[in-house]
């Protein structure tokens, strides 16, 4: 948690300014809210771990500039985040892309839910085909006098 | 004079941990009973020892002592009182020394209260401990000394920077790290068990209080984290996927799967091999989680070449205890016998099923808050892993997990029938209906999702309720004979109770931020207003206020709803001179439902300042459910059954009650 603090310092140290400021904003605010959407899924590149929604850098300043302008020149959200990634890289993708790269990545976790499914079936089969549990004293005497009794 | 004592009591106590870790493990190899004694005077000796170095740092900052170089980096005359002395841990040395403290603090508990223990055990768990704490008290001596003095010492420092300088950011570390070195208590255990070969009830039924008040530590550790950086950061999120709050989280996820399986452990006697791995993992997430934030290594592989020294000694302790624990267990965990077999429809097979998904829940954090680094590592492409990928494969995982929490604890051991439990929800599923049916009414704005997802939040408060109804017999018998039952129902029904209410009160707030939050961005001049969810805000002034350590610009805004004048709100944008830094301070004004934050940016120039306001919906009820979680933690500790020392009389009431 200290290092997030360190890091997010490095975001106030620059001055305690707030992200989207009422002059970037769009007129049209169906064009303004896709704006937003897609500054959420940009990350902004000098600050750590935070989008350029919630950036106050000047460089994450200049990305919401740049994703309105292209949505005003008529962008679809994808074409608009292409343009920035062309520039940028993926690195400025929040979400990381799906290609060989990146498998593990997004297949990882459901990897380990299925291997340890998989270990759990593996061991309630063998348990079933495996020995009986072993009965305790109480249980075993109970089974005595019904099988006593039966004879 | 003193700052001395406290380095000479600290490079003691390193000795002594020496002893600690290679004496009493001999002794417990022998069998010989002399030498494993010396396991409970040294643990002792090691706790007085790291106190009283700490009491010196504690003093180093109370006097403003700045010929001790991290006091001088640290702290500054001017600092509130409660500031200088969470100035102590406010920095990677001191924080360190706040470390082996609570680790010591745990070995000194296992000494006092430990003497039910079989000797070998007792002597073994604390041979283990004493590693730990030479590998951290090592660490501090070698690459982190906090008792390092300045000559010339400076007239003033430099004072603490000024985000740490809060309240709830003050006692947030010790929380966190009470949560992360309490499951160190889960790890030694698990590792003298494995050295022994054996895992019994009495091995379980001691692991859980532990795992248990370290869970609690740590759940509000990291709802004090949370909440800070909520009305701290300035625009209202609680939770930012950031890799050190991955890095708590982590550790948190397999510290729950853990306390289930122990459930099993102890009175099943199954899943125990899985329950020491659990044991390993937890405690090694929060080595990770200690370790590679502060390294800041999350950030870039090339952190470690800007202190070397440090960065390999790091390396050193996660590979030696990580790696350690994990050879001992591919070897020794075959020798654990498993015993207990149950069907997959059973208490334990639900048990089970958590693990399952929360042990996969936390490998989604774990690999999405690696996998840029590992990429990077082997040369591939430089990726980010934000949000968005937690959100697409941690939710998934919790769903079904949240789903069938309710479910669990009506289940029977060994085997069970489902249609029984869900009888028993019917009165839960009501609710659920009608809570989604109430959302879809009143919300017009927002996704339906919206509506599933504080379904699921019912779900889970009212699957709490009506499982405690049951236990009660609160529909079916008389009232008094519930109360009889209530009297004599164990804490830890009500304890469980409380954690898994408290979780569907966090869901709700969470989905309630997510959908339904709303959003005011503007300018204001002076005598103008906005509207934002049916408030109307008028800026009416904007000054300046001096606060101890810093000067702060106020506005005064007053808040309307609907004619009814609500009061003044009053965020601030503070200025630390010595600091030479900015915070802003947002006004949050709840009302138990909803927050309306508000806050102050700056002048833009045409005498118009800039306003960000929210409504956040349910947002109190985020960190209320996770205190109500926390609360059922200790209520779950102070069942008799799990109180250290109480196990003898506890069996014979035990014996007593119904079977749960």
């Given at each position: 948690m200290r290092a997030l603090i360190l890091s997010l310092m490095l975001l106030l140290a620059a001055g305690a300014?707030?992200?989207?400021?009422?002059?970037?904003?769009?007129?049209?605010?169906?064009?303004?809210?896709?704006?937003?959407?897609?500054?959420?899924?940009?990350?902004?590149?000098?600050?750590?771990?935070?989008?350029?929604?919630?950036?106050?850098?000047?460089?994450?300043?200049?990305?919401?500039?740049?994703?309105?302008?292209?949505?005003?020149?008529?962008?679809?959200?994808?074409?608009?985040?292409?343009?920035?990634?062309?520039?940028?890289?993926?690195?400025?993708l929040l979400k990381p892309p799906f290609e060989p790269a990146t498998w593990l990545l997004w297949f990882g976790p459901f990897a380990v839910l299925l291997a340890g499914a998989g270990i759990a079936v593996a061991?309630?089969?063998?348990?079933?085909?495996?020995?009986?549990?072993?009965?305790?004293?109480?249980?075993?005497?109970?089974?005595?006098r019904l099988l006593g009794r039966a004879e | 004079m003193i700052v001395e004592l406290g380095h000479f009591a600290l490079t003691l106590a390193f000795a002594v941990a020496l002893v600690q870790m290679v004496v009493p493990m001999i002794g417990a190899h022998r069998r010989d009973a002399g030498l494993m004694a010396i396991a409970r005077p040294a643990a002792l000796m090691q706790f007085v020892l790291?106190?009283?170095?700490?009491?010196?740092?504690?003093?180093?900052?109370?006097?403003?002592?700045?010929?001790?170089?991290?006091?001088?980096?640290?702290?500054?005359?001017?600092k509130p009182l409660i500031y200088k002395i969470s100035g102590v841990w406010g920095n990677h040395e001191g924080s360190m020394v706040l470390w082996v403290f609570i680790l010591s603090l745990y070995g000194a508990l296992v000494a006092l209260f430990g003497r039910n223990l079989p000797d070998g055990l007792r002597a073994r768990v604390l041979a283990v401990q004493a590693s730990i704490g030479v590998a951290f008290l090592g660490f501090i001596l070698f690459t982190s000394n906090p008792f390092v003095r300045l000559d010339p010492a400076p007239f003033e420092g430099q004072g603490l920077n000024p985000l740490l300088q809060d309240p709830a950011l003050a006692f947030h570390p010790p929380f966190l790290y009470a949560g992360y070195v309490g499951l160190?208590?889960?790890?030694?255990?698990?590792?003298?068990?494995?050295?022994?070969?054996?895992?019994?009830?009495?091995?379980?039924?001691?692991?859980?209080?532990?795992?248990?008040?370290?869970?609690t530590a740590l759940t509000v550790g990291i709802a004090m984290g949370s909440w800070w950086a909520y009305y701290t950061l300035g625009w209202g999120g609680f939770w930012f996927w950031?890799?050190?709050?991955?890095?708590?989280?982590?550790?948190?996820?397999?510290?729950?799967?853990?306390?289930h399986s122990a459930i099993v452990a102890e009175k099943r006697g199954a899943l125990k091999s899985w329950t020491i791995l659990l044991a390993i993992f937890a405690f090694s997430l929060s080595l990770v989680g200690t370790f590679l934030v502060r390294s800041g290594v999350l950030n870039s592989v090339h952190a470690f070449a800007t202190d070397p020294s440090r960065g390999v000694v790091i390396l050193c302790i996660?590979?030696?205890?990580?790696?350690?624990?994990?050879?001992?267990?591919?070897?020794?965990?075959?020798?654990?016998?498993?015993?207990?077999?149950?069907?997959?429809?059973?208490?334990?097979?639900?048990?089970?099923?958590?693990?399952?998904?929360?042990?996969?829940?936390?490998?989604?954090?774990?690999?999405?808050?690696?996998?840029?680094?590992?990429?990077?590592?082997?040369?591939?492409?430089?990726i980010t892993v934000g949000p968005p990928f937690f959100n697409m494969t941690f939710a998934p995982l919790m769903v079904p997990l949240l789903c069938l929490v309710p479910l669990g604890p009506l289940l029977k051991w060994k085997r069970s029938d489902l249609v029984a439990a869900t009888e028993r929800l019917m009165g839960a599923g009501v609710a659920v209906i009608v809570v989604m049916l109430i959302v879809l009414a009143v919300k017009t704005h927002g996704p339906w999702l919206a509506a599933l997802g504080m379904g699921l939040a019912a779900w889970l408060v009212a699957g709490a309720f009506f499982e405690l109804a049951w236990r009660l017999g609160l529909f079916s018998v008389p009232l008094a004979e519930s109360f009889r039952r209530a009297r004599r129902l164990p804490r830890a029904s009500w304890g469980m109770a409380m954690a898994h209410g408290g979780l569907g009160i966090v869901v709700a707030g969470i989905v309630g931020m997510t959908a339904w939050r709303q959003e005011l961005v503007t300018a204001l001049k002076i005598g103008e207003s906005a509207e934002l969810?049916?408030?109307?805000?008028?800026?009416?002034?904007?000054?300046?206020?001096?606060?101890?350590?810093?000067?702060a610009l106020v506005g005064v805004i007053d808040v309307k709803r609907g004619g009814r004048d609500?009061?003044?709100?009053?965020?601030?944008?503070?200025?630390?001179?010595?600091?030479?830094?900015?915070?802003?301070?947002?006004?949050?004004?709840?009302?138990?439902?909803?927050?309306?934050?508000?806050?102050?940016?700056?002048?833009?120039?045409?005498?118009?300042?800039?306003?960000?306001?929210?409504?956040?919906?349910?947002?109190?009820?985020?960190?209320?459910?996770?205190?109500?979680?926390?609360?059922g933690g200790v209520v779950s500790l102070t069942d008799r059954r799990y109180r250290v020392g109480a196990p003898a009389r506890a069996r014979s009431r035990l014996a007593a009650q119904p079977a749960e």
């Open positions: 300014a707030l992200a989207v400021e009422p002059s970037e904003q769009l007129k049209d605010p169906v064009l303004e809210g896709r704006a937003r959407d897609i500054s959420r899924e940009l990350r902004c590149l000098v600050c750590q771990n935070q989008s350029i929604d919630d950036s106050n850098a000047d460089l994450a300043k200049d990305l919401r500039r740049i994703v309105r302008e292209r949505l005003v020149a008529g962008d679809t959200n994808e074409q608009a985040i292409d343009y920035i990634v062309a520039r940028y890289g993926q690195f400025v061991v309630f089969r063998r348990g079933r085909s495996g020995v009986a549990p072993s009965l305790d004293a109480d249980e075993q005497a109970r089974l005595d | 790291i106190a009283m170095a700490f009491g010196a740092l504690l003093f180093a900052y109370l006097t403003s002592d700045f010929s001790v170089k991290v006091v001088a980096e640290n702290s500054h005359t001017t160190s208590m889960a790890f030694s255990f698990a590792i003298a068990a494995l050295i022994e070969g054996r895992v019994d009830a009495s091995w379980a039924r001691w692991v859980r209080p532990w795992t248990l008040g370290a869970w950031d890799p050190v709050e991955n890095a708590s989280l982590m550790p948190w996820l397999v510290a729950t799967a853990l306390l996660l590979v030696f205890f990580i790696g350690g624990a994990l050879i001992l267990y591919g070897w020794r965990a075959p020798v654990l016998k498993a015993e207990g077999l149950f069907a997959p429809l059973s208490r334990e097979g639900a048990l089970m099923l958590n693990n399952l998904l929360l042990a996969a829940a936390a490998a989604a954090v774990f690999i999405g808050t690696l996998y840029p680094l590992f990429l990077d590592a082997i040369g591939g492409p430089k969810a049916g408030y109307t805000l008028t800026l009416e002034q904007v000054g300046m206020r001096q606060g101890p350590n810093y000067e609500l009061g003044l709100m009053l965020p601030e944008k503070r200025r630390f001179p010595v600091e030479k830094q900015e915070k802003t301070e947002a006004a949050i004004r709840t009302n138990g439902f909803s927050d309306l934050y508000i806050v102050i940016g700056d002048d833009n120039g045409q005498g118009a300042w800039t306003l960000r306001a929210y409504e956040n919906s349910l947002a109190p009820w985020i960190w209320a459910g996770a205190i109500i979680m926390a609360a």
